[in-house]
């Protein structure tokens, strides 16, 4: 089994993480030299599904809330292994679509301690990641996914921000977290998303002054805004659009691309 580039987009709620992981899944899908991929939603508020126009009845979080939910009340088959149940419900859950499989965390935590549960999902999820040859994780907003260490397996961590403070501020704890945390990413990118040409700059500067580096802006494109507002899936918008042309530059930039 080889190993997947896992490359994970992060930053505070709303600055468009979701729509960068459906531009470069799109920038990838373009490219003639088909990799297996494999995208992840693993922001629980799952809207990746909706912006891809996939359609998604079953996650992660579900599936491993029923094996608590069955531990619990003691229903579980007698000689069946937790961990080989949890597998085949787990694998039961990935989409495997023309292009691209995807997986979708949904809610993972339930109430109380499951440690056991939760450790035996680690194991499954690192062994079918390993599945891939690139791995795209919309993450959740903010800085939770650092302390459950969701990001562990990142090789190229993506932080998203949008052109205010709040945004650039998070995107620095993210930076700052993951390694107080000790999650040991190779490369770390800043990307401006809604912004203006104009402040592309200010954004290099800004990220050379923090040590990260910027992998470029996209600028706002009402064609995106139409798209999720009417549910067409952002793979399908025209491949001259100014948000995709930029985020072509951006995957080049990190590596996704030639
Ligand atoms: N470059 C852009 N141009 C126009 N609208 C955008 C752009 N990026 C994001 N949006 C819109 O902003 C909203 C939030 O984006 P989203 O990708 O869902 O953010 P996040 O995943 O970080 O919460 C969505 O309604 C999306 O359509
Ligand atoms: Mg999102």
Redesign the pocket.
């Given at each position: 089994m080889g190993k997947a580039l896992v490359v994970s987009v992060s930053?505070k709620?709303?600055?468009?993480?979701?729509?960068l992981v459906a531009l470069l899944l799109k920038a990838i899908l373009e490219r003639d030299n088909r990799k297996d991929i494999l995208v992840v939603d693993a922001d629980p508020a799952a809207?990746l599904p909706d912006v891809l126009g996939v359609r998604v009845e079953k996650t992660v979080g579900m599936v491993a809330n029923e094996l608590k939910r069955k531990i619990e009340k003691g229903q579980l088959p007698i000689g069946v292994s937790k961990s080989d149940l949890l597998e085949a419900w787990v694998y039961s859950t990935l989409l495997e679509l023309e292009d691209f499989d995807m997986l979708v965390m949904g809610r993972t935590e339930g109430e109380g301690c499951y440690c056991y549960v939760n450790s035996i999902l680690t194991r499954i999820l690192d062994t079918l990641l390993s599945n891939y040859d690139l791995v795209l994780m919309d993450m959740e907003?903010g800085l939770e996914h650092l302390s459950r260490r969701t990001d562990k397996d990142v090789d190229v961590m993506v932080i998203?921000t949008d052109p205010s403070l709040m945004g650039f501020k998070t995107a620095l704890r993210i930076k700052e977290l993951a390694k107080e945390v000790h999650i040991e990413v190779k490369r770390i990118y800043i990307v401006g998303?809604?912004f203006p040409a104009s402040m592309e700059k200010r954004l290099k500067e800004w990220a050379s002054k923090k040590g990260v580096e910027a992998a470029g802006i996209?600028?706002?494109?009402?064609l995106?805004?139409e798209y999720?507002l009417t549910g067409k899936s952002l793979l399908d918008l025209p491949n001259n659009s100014p948000?995709f042309t930029s985020a072509k530059e951006i995957a080049k930039k990190i590596g996704i691309i030639d």
């Amino acid at each position: 089994m080889g190993k997947a580039l896992v490359v994970s987009v992060s930053g505070k709620g709303g600055v468009g993480k979701t729509t960068l992981v459906a531009l470069l899944l799109k920038a990838i899908l373009e490219r003639d030299n088909r990799k297996d991929i494999l995208v992840v939603d693993a922001d629980p508020a799952a809207n990746l599904p909706d912006v891809l126009g996939v359609r998604v009845e079953k996650t992660v979080g579900m599936v491993a809330n029923e094996l608590k939910r069955k531990i619990e009340k003691g229903q579980l088959p007698i000689g069946v292994s937790k961990s080989d149940l949890l597998e085949a419900w787990v694998y039961s859950t990935l989409l495997e679509l023309e292009d691209f499989d995807m997986l979708v965390m949904g809610r993972t935590e339930g109430e109380g301690c499951y440690c056991y549960v939760n450790s035996i999902l680690t194991r499954i999820l690192d062994t079918l990641l390993s599945n891939y040859d690139l791995v795209l994780m919309d993450m959740e907003a903010g800085l939770e996914h650092l302390s459950r260490r969701t990001d562990k397996d990142v090789d190229v961590m993506v932080i998203v921000t949008d052109p205010s403070l709040m945004g650039f501020k998070t995107a620095l704890r993210i930076k700052e977290l993951a390694k107080e945390v000790h999650i040991e990413v190779k490369r770390i990118y800043i990307v401006g998303n809604r912004f203006p040409a104009s402040m592309e700059k200010r954004l290099k500067e800004w990220a050379s002054k923090k040590g990260v580096e910027a992998a470029g802006i996209i600028p706002d494109d009402p064609l995106i805004a139409e798209y999720n507002l009417t549910g067409k899936s952002l793979l399908d918008l025209p491949n001259n659009s100014p948000a995709f042309t930029s985020a072509k530059e951006i995957a080049k930039k990190i590596g996704i691309i030639d």
